[in-house]
């Protein structure tokens, strides 16, 4: 198993809905989980870190953590053509090096 | 925020030549900063951690001798493409934690440096 596996997408959703992005780690990720935007030709950006199971929410996103689940989403809410991107999951390495471990990420498109 | 700058952002170079690549911690030192290499389409691989003043670890399947990665100071780590060939083409980008107490372990990213090897 991978360390982080995304849903490679694509996916499409229309101008004010709620995107749904997912992410499942293994047991080689430790429990700090980041979320990051990346625009075509840019380097990620941080959107979300998240490190305790249950629900954080920032602004229209909202970072879920179910760590008997192993498992991490990201939710966008009243989404909007300039979120438009991919989003990368991210985990930390449980070894002393704590490296980030990225999952494939998942394409969105929001509709206009 | 904390502030990782990376140059040059793109660099066209012939087959056969070195580039080096800087990665720059602005605001804050970094004891540890991390390579990671994209290709098109797919997500951030990590090639190596540079740690200041020590080797560079290297991930599996990278080699150490063509991607040379100097740590010298607190704020800077190079990344040096040796002898480049087309299939190096790829987008490269560092990244820097910033010292914190209790270390969440957020890294901080610089702009990226796009290598294109004709």
């Known amino acids: 198993q991978k360390e982080v596996e995304q849903n490679s997408g694509p996916l499409s959703v229309p101008e004010g809905a709620i995107a749904s992005l997912n992410c499942t780690y293994s047991?080689?990720?430790?429990?700090?989980f980041f979320w990051y935007r990346q625009y075509s030709g840019k380097s990620p950006e941080l959107i979300m870190s998240?490190?305790?199971?249950g629900d954080k929410e920032d602004g229209r996103f909202t970072a879920q953590l179910n760590k008997a689940s192993q498992y991490v989403s990201l939710l966008i809410r009243d989404s909007q053509p300039s979120d438009s991107a991919t989003y990368l999951c991210?985990?930390?390495?449980?070894?002393?090096?704590?490296?980030?471990?990225f999952g494939s990420g998942t394409q969105l498109t929001v509709l206009p | 925020g904390a502030v990782v700058s990376q140059h040059p952002s793109r660099v066209i170079c012939k087959s056969g030549t070195s580039v080096k690549i800087e990665c720059r911690s602005l605001?804050?030192?970094?004891?540890?900063m991390f390579w990671y290499r994209q290709f098109p389409k797919q997500s951030l691989m990590l090639m190596a951690t540079?740690?200041?003043?020590?080797?560079?670890?290297?991930e599996q399947g990278v080699e150490k001798d063509k991607f040379l990665i100097n740590h010298a100071s607190l704020t800077l780590s190079t990344l040096t493409v040796t002898s480049a060939h087309p299939e190096d083409s790829s987008f490269y980008i560092c990244?820097?934690?910033?010292?914190?107490?209790?270390?969440?372990?957020?890294?901080?990213f610089g702009e990226g440096s796009r290598l294109t090897v004709l």
């Open positions: 990244s820097a934690r910033k010292p914190l107490a209790g270390n969440t372990g957020e890294l901080f």
């Open positions: 047991d080689r990720v430790s429990q700090s």
């Open positions: 998240i490190y305790s199971n």
């Open positions: 991210a985990g930390l390495s449980s070894g002393s090096a704590r490296q980030l471990t």
């Open positions: 605001d804050f030192q970094a004891t540890t």
């Open positions: 540079s740690n200041e003043g020590s080797k560079a670890t290297y």
